[in-house]
């Protein structure tokens, strides 16, 4: 067949198209010229693309190769689309969309679209061919089409698109030369002047500080339990030949911190005399044998509490931190009353080893420390100052409530207090503790929040549109806003997820790293870093800093008690001031030298005071309450022994303040 003769057959064709057409018009009732109002408000702002993300040359080819497909009747074209309309949608092809597009958007919905040619007809197509097509073509996207007629294609049946995703998953993920809209600035408002909460103008001693989170007064609530416990505990617990003082505590303080400094295999060692090992310091403190005496002994509850817990046990209402009390609840309102953090703060897990036989430890075979007790931790990011924490009691019935939204939801809104802290704060986590419910609720209080985040997070924007493919370049950044949240995508060495409500999308920055070249060289390369990533960088290390002080002069060893292993020492002294090995050595040095307050002045002639010999054998002689020395003489009014001799008098000195 010549061409002259198939392009008279095709005008032919087209003539009883329009003929048809006409007549159906009539037969419905009118013109249908009128074009279909379109709803441009409807329509997602971010579902329009810019040129980077059309081709046109795909476009054009998907025309004519759809053009170029056979036409036999009337039929349906289902297809997916990204845009949202409402109603109908006039399409110069007459598509139906469901499914998805060659932008990756998927629609889902039930609706109308119905196409309308550039000449007439409601739900017509003028094909300029008169050809009719079956089977499958590729359009704007995948489906079938099937068209039983002569060039007509109505378009009933499902077009409404309606998102599968949450608000913001929708549209795409933007390039950083695109404009972000920044968040509203900070303001900075602290309950307290951030810094120390003491003054300023007086000098505190390192006992004075130390003694800021371990008061006296708690002090002797644990002296007071520990004898209780010792007198009940005689066959189990070494003895104590009388009961423990807030001398002796301080004695006790003091040799374990010292333990920390000097680091010696066991505990024995620090009392050998021989040359190899010979230290005199522990030895001009205390005896090896009270020492481990008191370290048996040691308790911080009351034996009888414990005891009435215990009967709890297996109830909601058994206590699981019951043996740590008094001194958890101290140090806690200490850290919290002496201090008022900066305004980066930050939320992380430390982990205290241990293998102890209870129901408090965790076990993480991804984690160095694989035994261990959980603990929460708030500490400044400035300073690495340990603010507020509290200790994870593991799996109970209120985390088991339907309206619990997690361990690490409750985990951070339990330790950020906004009544205690103030508003304006940046707090940074990591991906354990975001999400964009978390950070939502979180700006109702006016605290920022920024952290990296897991895909698989409930709000994370699931959309592939425009994101990074897996072998993007070093460097390469993508970011999407959702209302407040931005969520940014960077590609280092691996990929990067971010979560932020503080930070803009448009930075500039750029970070230094080395790259092998395909010689084996290796070399330097610029490339650039998003905001949100290098700001969490900077703050995201308040842990680890405390975590490393602590342990730089930890005094942990092997005991079965596990209070021990929670509540040691030096982390009060790390919070009281962080100089290091100097602050260390000053606090053992008082702790050693430590005197009770002189009792009230009184004359030892008077009347219940008078010195006594014990026995003429000097086989009961005791300790002098001074000098620690033997003597055989102690007081009648106060049972204290007490050295009476020309040179040593501490009799007098201990009634009547003369020093001997």
């Known amino acids: ?101 060659s932008d ?32 499958r073509s590729r359009n704007s996207g995948r489906g079938r089409e099937i068209s039983n007629g002569r060039g007509r294609s109505t378009g009933q049946g499902r077009g409404r698109q309606e998102g599968r995703f949450s608000s913001g998953s929708a549209g795409r993920w933007h390039t950083p030369e695109e404009a972000d809209i920044p968040p509203p600035e900070t303001k900075f408002r602290p309950a307290r002047t951030p810094g120390p909460q003491v003054i ?71 009392w050998k005399g021989s040359r190899l090992y010979g230290l005199r310091f522990p030895s001009s403190v205390m005896s090896c044998r009270k020492f481990l005496a008191i370290s048996s002994a040691l308790h911080l509850s009351d034996p009888k509490v414990d005891a009435e817990n215990e009967k709890k046990k297996g109830t909601p209402a058994f206590d699981r931190l019951c043996k740590l009390k008094p001194l958890y609840n101290q140090i806690r309102e200490g850290c919290k009353s002496f201090y008022q953090p900066h305004q980066n703060i930050v939320i992380d897990e430390r982990m205290v080893a241990s293998k102890a036989r209870i129901s408090l430890k965790q076990y993480m075979k991804d984690k160095p420390t694989k035994w261990h007790y959980k603990l929460f931790v708030l500490p400044d990011s400035q300073n690495a100052y340990t603010w507020d924490f509290f200790i994870y009691e593991g799996k109970s019935p209120v985390a088991q409530n339907p309206q619990n939204k997690g361990l690490s939801y409750e985990s951070v809104m339990a330790l950020v207090d906004e009544k205690v802290l103030g508003s304006g704060y940046k707090l940074y986590v990591d991906n354990f503790y975001t999400s964009p419910l978390l950070f939502r609720e979180l700006l109702k209080k006016n605290i920022w929040a920024c952290g990296t985040i897991r895909s698989n997070r409930v709000g994370f924007p699931q959309t592939t549109l425009n994101r990074l493919p897996k072998n993007a370049p070093r460097g390469s950044i993508r970011w999407k806003r959702d209302n407040q949240l ?68 930890s005094a942990a060893r ?81 049972d204290l022994p007490l050295c009476f001799l020309p040179k040593r008098d501490c009799f007098s000195g201990w009634h009547c303040g003369e020093s001997a």
């Open 558 to 638: 092997k005991t079965r008690k596990c209070c021990q292993r929670i509540h040691n020492p030096p982390a009060a002294g790390c919070n009281a001031k962080q100089e290091g090995k100097e602050f260390r050595e000053a606090l053992i040095q008082e702790f050693a030298d430590w005197m009770p307050p002189p009792a009230p002045p009184a004359s030892h002639n008077s009347a219940g005071h008078t010195p006594k010999h014990i026995t003429p054998s000097s086989k009961y002689r005791r300790r002098c309450k001074m000098c620690h020395q033997k003597t055989p003489v102690i007081c009648c009014g106060c």
């Open 104 to 135: 990756g958007v998927r629609g889902r919905g039930r609706g109308r679209e119905r196409g309308r040619s550039s000449d007439r007809g409601r739900g017509r197509r003028r094909s300029s061919e008169g050809l009719g097509r079956r089977g």
């Open 200 to 270: 300023q103008t007086d000098s505190y001693s390192p006992l004075e500080l130390f003694q800021l989170f371990f008061s006296t007064s708690v002090c002797e609530t644990i002296i007071q339990n520990s004898n209780t416990y010792a007198a009940g505990h005689v066959e189990t617990a070494r003895r104590l030949r009388q009961d423990m003082s807030l001398k002796d505590f301080f004695s006790f303080l003091s040799i374990t911190l010292y333990m920390g400094v000097v680091k010696l295999p066991a505990v024995t060692d620090y």
């Open 1 to 101: 067949m010549s061409r002259d003769v198939l392009q008279q057959e095709i005008r032919s064709n087209s003539e009883v198209v329009d003929e048809l057409c006409k007549t159906s018009d009539e037969e419905q009732g009118g013109d249908t010229d009128e074009e279909p109002e379109l709803l441009f408000s409807e329509v997602d702002a971010s579902d329009w693309h810019s040129d980077d993300t059309f081709d046109e040359e795909a476009s054009s080819e998907a025309s004519s190769s759809a053009a170029a497909s056979k036409d036999r009747g009337r039929g349906r074209e289902r297809g997916r689309s990204s845009d949202r309309w409402r109603g109908r949608r006039r399409s110069s092809e007459g598509l139906r969309g469901r499914g998805k597009n």
């Open 486 to 553: 931005l969520f940014i995508e960077w590609k280092d060495t691996r990929e990067v997820l971010m979560c932020s409500s503080l930070h803009s999308a448009n930075g500039g920055q750029t970070v230094q790293r080395r790259v092998k070249t395909g010689d084996g060289q290796w070399t330097t390369m610029t490339i650039p870093i998003p905001t949100v990533v290098s700001d969490y960088n900077k703050s995201m290390g308040g842990v680890d800093t405390s975590d490393a002080l602590i342990e730089l002069y």
